[in-house]
């Protein structure tokens, strides 16, 4: 059985993932598409606080604070899984995700592989021929190479702690209704692992970053197996490469500079995981340097700021995320961030006694 402490411990690492990463969402929103000289220049430095994302961002009209869809649909995958007492199924997951698009205020700001398939869903249509280029049946590589799967995936591994097997087949199952290929599967089955790992009795960055890349290889596994092989990078060699490069680096700018460099920071799940990751290390693990670190890094800065904050708050625990700023993300938000935490520590205790 994995160790995870006691009840309390294990809640408080539970408590500090989804908080880090909603922190990290709320906070890069305000640099989403932004460049990091741009980012720099703008606020004298790294950003480090939460600020209304202006309109030339995604999410302009958000006040500070308020998260976007990437932790919105994080929160409502979470959700589903207590409703299912955590055996969750597909067909539950996708009615979750089809009432979170109907519903949520945040549904506004969908992706672009998660949009037309829910549209598609909700009209009863055959989803197969979304992303078919005319009337071929080959769909276009880049559609389901996202990072709409693992950008909500931390609840995978925090239902499953110190079992990363687990963790990534449930990646999968919430990450083939909208992202059914083998580098979506990847990226997801990374961050699921990596979460799993983070939860653990002396867990530290160096086997949470072990984890991320066993997952990142097993979720590539399954993901061809039994969803769509398409062309693309390795993310389990992109993330080899952005550890070295946060490894080389003089400090989190130049960490920053040197992962954008290599491996990128875009919408595609081969730049933005290996990001987030790759953030992870720059910043030793420390919640808030993790999500400043993803906040300034731009482009997608929101939901690389988020996943590498699950990971963050996955393995330093609630404590080591600043309460003020936690305050004012929960004030802004209607997500029962604490009775999540508490329904997924629920279901994660009684795994580890079974």
Known sequence: MPDVGDRERLH??????????????????????????????????????????SSDTFSGGNLPGQITDDTSQM??????????????????????????????PMARMMGPTTRPLLEAIAKG??????????????????????????????????????????AVQLAWLT?????DTQIAASGAGAIAAGVAEALTVGADVYSVTQACLWGARRGEEVGAAEGRVVAGPSVTRRIEIVIDEALRARDLEDALRRIEASVGNSVMTV?????????????????????????????????????????????????????????????????????IAEGLTEIAWARTKS
């Open 12 to 53: 408080d690492h539970i408590l500090g993932s989804l908080a880090a990463a909603a922190l990290g969402d709320a906070m890069g929103a305000a640099t989403e598409q932004h460049a990091i000289p741009e980012i720099l220049a703008e606020h004298g430095g790294l950003l480090r606080e939460l600020l209304a994302p």
């Open 75 to 104: 929160f409502a995958m979470a959700e589903a899984i207590i409703e299912a007492n955590g055996d969750l199924t597909e067909e539950a997951w996708v009615q979750k995700l089809l009432y979170w698009s109907q519903t949520s």
């Open 125 to 166: 249509e055959d989803t197969t021929a979304i992303g078919r280029v005319g009337t071929s049946t080959r769909k276009l590589t880049s559609f389901g190479t996202t990072n709409g799967a693992a950008m909500r995936i931390a609840p995978a591994g925090l239902v499953h702690p110190g079992d990363p097997e687990a």
């Open 175 to 179: 990450s083939r209704p909208t992202h």
């Open 271 to 339: 730049e933005s995981v290996p990001a987030a990751v790759g953030i992870f290390v720059a910043a030793g693990g420390d919640p808030l340097e993790t999500v400043v670190g993803g906040t300034n890094i731009g482009n997608d800065s929101d939901t690389i700021a988020a996943m590498a904050g699950s990971l963050a708050g996955a393995l330093r625990g609630i404590a080591a995320v600043p309460a003020d700023l936690v305050a004012t993300v929960k004030s802004v938000n209607s997500e029962d961030i604490d009775g």
